[in-house]
C-alpha cells in the first residue's frame, strides 16, 4: 500500500526490508553496511574521473608508452598496483642481478668460513685438554654407528685403495717413522701386548694348517 504506515526502522540499504536492531542502528547486519557503502564509494569514485569519458581514472591520463603493464618490471602485492611505470634498462637490471648473486655467493662462503675457522679453534682447544685427539673420537662414533654391510663394503674400500697405492702409502709411514722412531716403538709395543693373546692363536693356527 501506497500510505503503509510501519512501527519499526528499516534498514538504511535500498533493496533491504528489514528492521534494524535497535534506533540506534542504521543497518540491519554488517553484509547490507558492506554494500551500502561500496556502492557509496563506487558511484563518487567515478564521478570524480566521469567529464573525462573513456579515459576513466589516472591511468587513463598517462601517455607513457612502456607502461608497466605492458612492459613489466617489478610487480608487487596481487598484481594489480605496479611500484614504478617506468621500466628498469635491460643493462642496468644484469648488472643489479649479477651483483646481488655474487653478494650472495660471498655471504654464504663467509659463513661458512666463520663455521670452519670455529671448528678447528674448538678442535685445537680440544686436543691441548684431552689425551685422544678430536678427530680420532669423531671416528670412534662414526665407527660404532656403522653396520655390518657398512664395514664390509669400507673394508674391500680400503683393500682397493691401499693396493692402488701402496708404494705411496708405505713411504709415507716410512717418512713418518724416520721422524720419531721413539714413538712408533712404542706404539707397536703396546699394540703386540694388547693383541698377545690373539696373535699367538694365529700362529697356532697357522702353524697347525702347515
Not at 547486519?29 to 563518487?44: A, G, V, Y
Not at 567529464?51 to 610487480?75: F, H, M, N, Q
Not at 701402496?166 to 709411514?173: G, I, T
Request: hydrophobic letters at 25%.
Amino acid at each position: 500500500m501506497e500510505n503503509e504506515v510501519v512501527s519499526y526502522l528499516r534498514c538504511a540499504y535500498p533493496k533491504c526490508k528489514k528492521p534494524v536492531p535497535n534506533k540506534a542502528r542504521k543497518f540491519c547486519n554488517d553484509k547490507c553496511r558492506i554494500k551500502s557503502n561500496t556502492l557509496r564509494n563506487m558511484s563518487e569514485y567515478k564521478d570524480v574521473y566521469k567529464p573525462l569519458g573513456s579515459a576513466g581514472g589516472p591511468r587513463g591520463l598517462t601517455k607513457v608508452e612502456s607502461s608497466i603493464k605492458k612492459d613489466e618490471s617489478y610487480i608487487i602485492g596481487d598484481g594489480y598496483f605496479a611500484v614504478d611505470d617506468y621500466p628498469v634498462d635491460p643493462d642496468i637490471f644484469a648488472i643489479a642481478e649479477a651483483n646481488h648473486e655474487q653478494y650472495v655467493l660471498d655471504r654464504n662462503e663467509h659463513e661458512a668460513r666463520v663455521v670452519i675457522d670455529g671448528l678447528m679453534i674448538f678442535q685445537e682447544e680440544y686436543n691441548k685438554h684431552h689425551e685422544k685427539s678430536y678427530a680420532s673420537e669423531q671416528t670412534k662414533k662414526r665407527e660404532a654407528s656403522l653396520t655390518e654391510d657398512d664395514k664390509a663394503i669400507r673394508s674391500i674400500q680400503q683393500r682397493k685403495y691401499y693396493k692402488q697405492n701402496k708404494e705411496k702409502l708405505n713411504a709415507k709411514q716410512r717418512e713418518k717413522y724416520a721422524k720419531n722412531p721413539d714413538k712408533y716403538r712404542e706404539y707397536y709395543r703396546k699394540y703386540y701386548e694388547s693383541k698377545k693373546e690373539i696373535i699367538a692363536q694365529a700362529r697356532k693356527i697357522r702353524s697347525e694348517r702347515s
